[in-house]
T-cell receptor, first 118, second 114 residues
């Protein structure tokens, strides 16, 4: 249980185009999902908190008009990178809340999406 | 604000040797602490977590960690390293088990030498 998927796993796009990344909770409902970004050989940095049915909360320094987040259902959150540029190339990882076998509120991570902007 | 410091960006051990990855945290509230493992080009897999129950936490793949409040530490150990343990390990802290985002350390890359 508590499986989170991301699609696509890898995407290459041209500069100026937009890319949508999906994060799905496959066997549970998630009212809250988080989006993280990881640069090569670095740690994960929180970009935004995605809440079902409401606007996302962005971290300081993250452009909300560039990184559009939509959490339209309890199993799906999407991150759209608009007008992508090479500096947006990164590994994007989402996480979703679920209760584990000990009934503890836990975050489960997706496998990540590697975005390369040419 | 919460923060995590992982001592040593790279640790190298021989196969069969003890693995010790260090993590110190800073938190103004009782923390929830986590260790995750990341294999190349993959997402994060939860190894173990501390949520104010037992201070010695056992996780998957033979890993365990001990929460020491007096030392503000949550070091990860494994008695005997396997080649398959080679990966990047992240320590993380949050104010709550699930509904608050995690603050990650910079990671420690573990290499296992045959």
């Amino acid at each position: 249980g508590a499986v989170v998927s991301q699609h696509p796993s890898r995407v290459i796009c041209k500069s100026g185009t937009s890319v949508k990344i999906e994060c799905r909770s496959l066997d549970f409902q998630a009212t809250t999902m988080f989006w993280y970004r990881q640069f090569p050989k670095q740690s994960l940095m929180l970009m935004a908190t995605s809440n079902e049915g409401s606007k996302a909360t962005y971290e300081q320094g993250v452009e909300k008009d560039k990184f559009l987040i939509n959490h339209a259902s309890l199993t799906l959150s999407t991150l759209t990178v608009t007008s992508a540029h090479p500096e947006d190339s990164s590994f994007y990882i989402c996480s979703a809340r679920a209760f584990d076998w000990q009934n503890t509120d836990t975050q489960y991570f997706g496998p990540g999406t590697r975005l390369t902007v040419l | 604000a919460q923060s995590v410091t992982q001592l040593g960006s790279h640790v190298s051990v021989s196969e069969g040797a003890l693995v010790l990855l260090r993590c110190n945290y800073s938190s103004s509230v009782p923390p929830y602490l986590f260790w995750y493992v990341q294999y190349p080009n993959q997402g994060l897999q939860l190894l173990l977590k501390y949520t104010s129950a037992a201070t010695l936490v056992k996780g998957i793949n033979g890993f365990e960690a001990e929460f020491k409040k007096s030392e503000t530490s949550f070091h990860l150990t494994k008695p005997s390293a396997h080649m398959s343990d080679a990966a990047e390990y992240f320590c993380a802290v949050s104010r709550n088990s699930g509904n608050t985002p995690l603050v990650f350390g910079k990671g420690t890359r573990l290499s296992v030498i045959a």
